[in-house]
Structures are given as structure tokens and as C-alpha cells.
């Protein structure tokens, strides 16, 4: 056995091993999806910024930088206000902190992965008017999962997003139809993005005109 039956196993030895890795940080992202977002970051065609819209506590985040590291690419630009959506507030982090920042940074720290992010403590429509406009290579969006908010996500981040780059999309499924009705608009036949596949929640698309 050997050549592709070899690379495949060991992508699974990789990927076990990162799940086992991460498995500490709170979050809601399942290992496979984290494993698609650090394939992406590692191995992604094209040039350009990672960008990540709502960060949490650092899961998705540190599949990112992990796999971006890996090939010493690009670190991840993580955008939130780590102040929590209005279902979290009852959360014990942010009655005591009301922040979750201190733990993003901890367990970023912790799995050796955060001197490769660059937290952005803002909203997202912040953070896009502030961005320097360099080309995304790859765009994460995780932030508010309302129709209009993940609209205007796009709307904003849309334009730096190079030909061919990588829009990924969280939370599609009946629980949010705010973000499945966007995600049909976005691509549809005369919408921005073209499909390429859906892994458990998660949509991988890429911006039409490569």
C-alpha cells in the first residue's frame, strides 16, 4: 500500500490529532468543519488575507491559524466584538467579564497558535470600513446570524475578496434561515458566489470571476 492509500491516512492521523488538539476551546464547530477551514487556510489556491467574522472563544480561529501556519502563510485577521450575541449573555464568561476575549486569548495561546492571529476588537462593518484593502485569499463568516447581518457581512467584505477566493459560510441549516436565505441569494444563478461543497453546517463557496 502506498502513494494515495498513504496520504489518506495520514490526513486522517492529522486530522484526529488536531481535533484532539482543539478539542478544549468552547465553540460550536464540529472537528470536521475545523478540519475544512484548515485545509482551506493551509492549502487554498490564491494570495491574500484570511479573514475571520466572529471568533468567540477561538475554535474556528485556531483551525485556521494552524493550518495557515503549516505552510507559513498568511496569519488570520479574527473580527469580534467578543462581547457575545444577545443569546449568550447569560453565560457565566460574560456576567463575570463581559468578555470572552481573555479566553480567545488564552486558548489561542495555549494550542501555540495565537502569534499567528491578528484580533480586530470591532464589528465586523468596523472592521471592513478599516480594512487596508489587500486582496482575501479566504472569509469566514460566523458573526450574526440575522438575514440583514449576514447581508451586510457580505456586502462589506465582498469587495476585497479576490477573484477565485473563498467564502465560507457557517450555520446553514433550518435553525438560522436568515443565513440559508442569504447563502441562496449569494449563490444563485446571478449571485457573487459559486458552490463547491457543504460539509455538515457549512458552505464552501468561491468568488465568481476567476
Known amino acids: 500500500m502506498e502513494g494515495a492509500a498513504l496520504r489518506e491516512i495520514l490526513a486522517v492521523s492529522e486530522f484526529l490529532g488536531l481535533g484532539r488538539r482543539f478539542a478544549e476551546i468552547e465553540g460550536w464547530i ?3 468543519e475545523g478540519y475544512v477551514l484548515y485545509r482551506l487556510a493551509r492549502d487554498g489556491e ?4 484570511i ?6 472563544m477561538g475554535k474556528s480561529t485556531a ?16 473580527v469580534d466584538t467578543f462581547e457575545g450575541s444577545a443569546e449568550h449573555q447569560d453565560m457565566g464568561v460574560l456576567r463575570e467579564a463581559g468578555t470572552t476575549f ?3 486569548t488564552e486558548n489561542l495561546t495555549r494550542v501555540g497558535v495565537f502569534d499567528h492571529v491578528k484580533p480586530r476588537v470591532a464589528t465586523s462593518l468596523e472592521a471592513a470600513a478599516g480594512w487596508d484593502g489587500r486582496p482575501i485569499r479566504l472569509l469566514f463568516i460566523d458573526g450574526d446570524h440575522a438575514y440583514d447581518a449576514v447581508k451586510a457581512d457580505l456586502e462589506a467584505w465582498l469587495p476585497f ?5 473563498y467564502v465560507v459560510f457557517d450555520d446553514v ?8 436565505q442569504l447563502f441562496a441569494e449569494a449563490t444563485a444563478e446571478t ?3 459559486k458552490r463547491l461543497m457543504g460539509v455538515a453546517k457549512i458552505w464552501v463557496t468561491r468568488k465568481k470571476g476567476a
Not at 51 to 56: K, L, R
Not at 65 to 75: M, Q, W
Not at 173 to 180: L, R
Open 191 to 193: 449571485g457573487p458566489l
Open 63 to 78: 483551525w485556521l491559524a494552524a493550518g495557515s501556519l503549516a505552510r507559513k502563510r498568511e496569519p488570520v485577521h479574527a
Open 161 to 165: 475578496v479576490a477573484p477565485g477566493g
Open 30 to 32: 464540529s472537528d470536521i
Open 102 to 104: 481573555h479566553r480567545f
Open 173 to 180: 441549516i433550518d435553525a438560522f434561515p436568515g443565513v440559508q
Open 46 to 49: 490564491g494570495e491574500g488575507a
Open 51 to 56: 479573514v475571520e467574522i466572529g471568533s468567540w
